[in-house]
């Protein structure tokens, strides 16, 4: 797989060059447009390639071709490369709709000119989060996504996104610091912050300590994905940012956080020694978080709680700490990240077309907007997990997996996650009967949704849909990459193959003997497969 | 083998940029809170740093020896995270002006959950205590929430 390196960075530098001049184009909107579409399909054509080449083994790229241990390692596995290619898809679709509402708006006399570039910035943090072999990569990604997110949350500045950015910014701010007091104390533990290297030194290191690391480490990626008691800051800050946004936040933040826990799960602690606690706490996530969708009355907000309940399923899969759960938990995520962000883009479309999102002054919008309805009823009965759909197939992944594990603890999470996606449908109906069913108001405002909104939510739908159809090649996809990641080794020996320092140039005056070439065929700048 | 033992004068100081950052991270104003972030990122850029064992020349090769070099990996993180918490801090400092400007003071306001459940508890409290000034009426609940909210926070009774 040599051949095909140059593959590996493309989705973080594309997107970070098209952010750097979309900015210098800020007073050329149309010519900003362009390049964000363009970068943002390139970026995921180029994410599908590389999620095919992967499928036969890892690629590493070390920058300046220093080899792993002392360069920077981008690595790209299947699950990066899955998580990249559905995330890619996603937030182009986003981008689409965005255009279409700031066209129908006719905002393009007056753009937001910092909108595109931070976007950009976003996608290519999201990347450089999935492809980082490194944990001070994976540190920067987040930042680079999470201010990219602080900027867009607060776009406008009005009241209502200040408060909600306040509270925002400081959560995260303080969930970064906690994962760089981390990233240091790991530092300070191995002497390093190569995932790969530190796979194979943190099982060397006092199992104490390793507790203690892990833990910390969990606690900056658990704020991040909203884990139950660390979760109260999302259903706040997400419903008040514009619709858009709040789709793309939803369906790839979290995420992000699901990512990290995942591949610091498996290749750093694989003895597993907090699964009994990840599992009470996705419990904890499903239960509580389904019962505050059922409480609300604002759809958005509804929306954002069942985004921290269904967290937990994620969590759940994590937990169990086998191959199939992992599987599932993978499948589960490029599903949830689909569906979620398609259901907030229909709420952005079912609030222009009803006017607002209060569910008590919506209705009869089954009348007045049929499509809509269509448009809304099939993701929503995916996200609460009715046959056929891709949810309903994902949460039969995971009780297979806990019924297959026959320990007490697991019994009680399938019971636990069958209850919460019943209170999923609960809330979900709620919501549909109060916002399409019931009589509607008498000032519904007398809009037409334009198609440039409607087109790309759509499309997303068809995706969701699509991973339904092509439920049986994704999930041995799935289970593939599982497989892989319960064997830690795979990805040490990938990035470490190399037994010298890489093809790096340095200087030679009183420095280190440099490293006979001839003994380096073939390391430094590719991953051996297996 | 590196010489890790770090001076303690660095360990205390990482734990009182820590505690002070804490607290200061805990009040309602937004500036506050800022100072707490400043401080508590500078307690773990000191982390870093430790983490990189004990001080030593410029790691430059042919200026030092090799037994002598600092830990430059340790200093790199360190330059990262200070440009990152500094465009941040910009960032919330430009947040702390433009909440300034639209209410003319910087905290940090409720959530909207918060809000609705101080606004029943002050519904509640008169009946709670039994008291008799329930029926008046001139003040809104919002406004008796947030009395009621405030003195929660100063820690007399409402």
């Known amino acids: 797989m040599s051949s095909y390196t140059w593959l590996v960075p493309l989705p973080v530098m594309i997107p970070l060059f098209a952010a750097g001049l979309a900015l210098a184009l800020y007073r050329r909107p149309r010519l900003q447009q362009g390049i964000s579409v ?33 360069g920077v390692a981008l690595v790209g596995d299947r699950l990066s490369a899955l998580m990249l290619t559905v995330s890619s898809a996603v937030l182009l679709c986003v981008l689409l709709y965005s255009l279409g509402q700031g066209v129908s708006d006719g905002s393009e006399k007056a753009p937001v000119s910092i909108y595109h570039p931070t976007y950009l910035a976003l996608a290519a943090g999201v990347s450089n989060a999935f492809l980082a072999g490194d944990l001070f990569n994976l540190y920067v990604g987040f930042e680079i996504l999470l201010v990219a997110s602080y900027v867009l949350l607060t776009l406008g500045g009005t009241f209502e996104r200040i408060r909600a950015g306040a509270i925002y910014v400081v959560v995260g701010l303080l969930s970064s610091l906690i994962f760089l007091t981390a990233v240091a104390m790991i530092y300070a533990a191995t002497g390093t912050v190569n995932l790969a290297q530190l796979s194979v030194r943190l099982q060397e290191i006092d199992p104490g300590t390793a507790l203690v690391l892990q833990i910390l480490l969990l606690l900056g990626f658990a704020i991040k994905a909203a884990i139950f008691p660390l979760s109260s800051w999302l259903p706040d800050s997400y419903p008040t940012a514009p619709a858009p946004v709040t789709a793309v936040f939803a369906g790839l933040l979290t995420k992000v956080g699901v990512y990290s826990i995942m591949r610091t799960q498996t290749l750093l602690f694989p003895d597993g020694r907090l699964n009994d606690v990840l599992m009470w706490l996705a419990l904890a996530t499903m239960l509580i978080g389904i019962m505050g969708a059922v409480a609300q009355n604002d759809i958005k907000r509804l929306l954002s709680f069942t985004l921290v309940s269904h967290i937990g399923y994620m969590i759940f899969g994590i937990a ?10 993978i499948f589960y995520v490029a599903h949830h990240i689909t569906v979620q962000t398609t259901l907030f883009l229909i709420v952005g479309l079912i609030e222009r077309r009803g006017g ?53 603890l ?68 799935t289970n593939r990459a599982a497989t892989t990641m319960m064997e ?13 320092r890489g093809d790096g140039e340095s200087t030679d005056k009183d420095g280190p003997e440099r490293v006979d070439d001839s003994e380096l065929s073939d390391d430094g700048q590719e991953g051996v497969v297996r | ?33 800022l100072l707490g972030v400043i401080l508590i990122s500078n307690g773990v850029n000191l982390l870093l740093l430790i983490s990189g064992g004990r001080a030593g020349g410029a790691p430059i090769v042919g200026v030092t020896p090799d037994e002598d070099m600092a830990d430059p990996l340790a200093q790199f993180m360190i ?12 960032f919330i400092l430009a947040m702390a002006y433009r909440s300034w400007q639209m209410l003319g003071h910087d905290e940090v306001q409720d959530d909207l959950e918060d809000r609705r459940i101080a606004r029943l508890a002050a519904r509640n409290a008169p009946t709670v205590e039994g008291s008799d000034t329930s029926d008046v009426t001139d003040i809104s609940v919002d406004d008796e929430a947030s009395a009621a909210r405030d003195d929660i926070a100063d820690g007399r009774t409402p």
């Open chain 2, 79 to 90: 330059l990262t995270a200070i440009v990152i918490t500094f465009g941040l801090t910009a």
């Open chain 1, 320 to 329: 169990l700490g086998s191959r199939i759960g992992l599987g599932a938990a």
């Open chain 1, 356 to 408: 607002t999102t209060s569910l008590a002054k919506l209705g009869g919008l089954a009348k007045i907007a049929p499509g809509l309805s269509i448009l809304f009823f099939i993701p929503a009965m995916n996200l609460a997990g009715i046959p056929p759909f891709s949810g309903f197939l994902g949460k039969v992944g995971l009780l297979e997996a806990g019924v297959a594990q026959d320990r007490w």
């Open chain 2, 1 to 33: 083998m590196i010489d890790t033992t770090p001076s303690l004068m660095l360990v205390i100081a990482v734990g009182a940029f820590f505690i002070s950052g804490v607290y200061l991270v805990l009040e309602r104003t937004l500036t506050r809170v």
């Open chain 1, 38 to 70: 363009t970068a943002l399909t390139l970026m995921l054509g180029f994410s599908a390639w590389l999620m095919v080449v992967v499928d036969s083994g890892p690629v590493v790229v070390n920058a300046g071709e220093w080899a792993a241990p002392v």
């Open chain 1, 488 to 500: 830690p080794d795979n990805y040490v020996n990938a990035v470490l193959s190399g037994e010298g």
């Open chain 1, 410 to 477: 697991a019994w009680v999470l399938v019971i636990g996650s069958v209850v919460a996606s019943l209170l999923t449908l609960y809330a979900i109906v709620k919501a549909w009967n109060k916002a399409f069913w019931q009589p509607a108001p008498d000032d519904v405002p007398d809009v037409k949704l334009p198609a440039t909104m409607v087109g790309p939510a759509t499309a997303l739908m068809v995706l969701t849909l699509a991973i339904t159809v092509f439920a049986g090649p994704l999930y041995d996809y």
